[in-house]
């Protein structure tokens, strides 16, 4: 079914304004960190060495900003801003002493550190951005010697945790709602076309398959089996045309193959399958959905009257699609023996669209027992 509408953005996108204050919370934070130093840098023992400390801290604050710009990019920048604040935050062990550690701020600056917070938990969400607040806070705390029960009168750890919880939450629900938006707007358009259809068919497909039903009882004899097929088609297609259609996710790129072997195959066709969606990429569905139609009609054509039953099973990254009908059977070597005269139709419709897949169709039949399709396809 074509659509006539694109999803929104994809979600991944949906946190793009929170990386973007993000980025501007780690400029006004290298503000803080820069005048801080320029207060305190006399009373560091390693003066030269803390103005080479405050360049880095400059510097990567400028590189750490790349990531709110460049989804590409951010993971790696990200796991490097962890090592590089902690770096730092252990740095200041090489520019002041102990007793002037315990009284101040470590290198640079706690306020400037919380940056490195809201960057993992805006990537991992809440449960890493709280590890990464825990992470610094042990880090300084141990830099200035209050792994004890000072550490409690500080409001840094406090502040970096709940920086990283709320964060996280927001950055998970911003890609949660876009997800949701977008399966909307997929939805929305589905209905839409599945409307259009059903104003174009409605005078034409389904009053033509209505005509050959009734004529086909009228007649009687074969033309009766015409005509049962014709109503069976017909009710499929009203099927399709009121709902039963493909449920795919938001940027389309797979399928529900449940909902299409249903509507495909028509009500008058059993199909078992697990309650949850069997979701495949969206091109595999199309070609097994065409593979299951050819089984099921081939069963027609060869065994008129016959009940015809589909199951789908999806098992550690496999689904497996059987068609079995309770006809007559056939002979097992009838299909290598069509094969070799030339007639490539079921291979051509079934086994070959199986094996570009990457897959497998096996038939299983004896006469007097009925036949089954065995379709088995990767689904990584």
């Known amino acids: 079914m074509r659509s006539t509408a694109t999803p929104t953005t994809d979600p991944s996108g949906a ?11 780690r400029l006004l934070t290298v503000i803080y960190a820069v005048g801080f130093h320029l207060v305190v840098h006399e009373q560091y023992d390693a003066e030269l060495w803390s103005h080479v400390l405050a360049a880095v801290v400059v510097f990567w604050s400028g590189v750490s900003v790349v990531a709110a710009v460049t989804p590409a990019v951010r ?21 002041a002493d ?36 825990l992470t610094m806070t042990v880090a300084i705390a141990l830099v200035r010697g209050t792994l004890d029960a000072d550490l409690w009168r500080d409001s840094t750890g406090p502040i970096l945790v709940s920086v990283g919880l709320a964060l996280g939450l927001a950055a998970r629900i911003a890609r949660s709602a876009r997800a949701r938006l977008d399966e909307a707007v ?8 599945r409307e259009r259809l059903a104003r174009e068919v409605h005078d034409g497909v389904l009053q033509v398959l209505a005509l050959v039903n009734r004529r086909g009882r009228e007649l009687g004899g074969p033309a009766a089996e015409l ?31 449940t909902a299409d072997v249903r ?29 299951v139609v050819a089984a099921v009609d081939n069963a027609h054509r060869h065994a008129p009257g016959a009940a015809v039953y589909v199951s789908i099973e999806d098992d ?31 291979a051509a419709s079934i086994v070959g ?14 006469p007097g027992e009925g036949t089954e399709w065995e379709l088995t396809v990767p689904n990584p």
């Open 15 to 25: 946190d793009a304004p929170l990386w973007r204050a993000a980025a501007a919370f």
């Open 75 to 95: 993971p790696a920048i990200v796991v490097a801003d962890q090592l590089v604040t902690l770096g730092l935050i252990v740095s200041t062990v090489a520019v």
């Open 98 to 133: 102990p007793d002037w550690r315990r009284e101040h701020q470590v290198l640079p600056t706690t306020i400037w550190v919380a940056g490195a917070v809201v960057a993992a938990a805006l990537l991992g969400g809440p449960r890493v951005g709280v590890a990464s607040a």
């Open 186 to 193: 997929a939805l929305a358009a589905a209905t839409a076309e």
């Open 227 to 257: 005509g049962t097929l014709a109503a069976e088609q017909e009710r499929a297609l009203r099927d399709l045309l009121s709902g039963s259609v493909s449920r795919v996710t938001g940027d389309g790129s797979r399928t529900d193959l």
């Open 263 to 291: 509507a495909a195959v028509g009500p008058t066709v059993t199909v078992a399958a697990p309650s949850d969606p069997v979701t495949v990429a969206a091109d595999v569905g199309r070609e097994v959905v065409a593979a």
């Open 316 to 346: 550690a990254g496999t689904v497996v699609v059987g068609v079995r009908d309770d006809g007559p059977g056939v002979d097992p070597e009838r299909l290598a023996a069509a094969r070799t005269e030339g007639r490539l139709g079921v």
């Open 353 to 366: 669209r199986l094996e570009a897949l990457g897959g497998r169709a096996e038939m299983i039949s004896a």
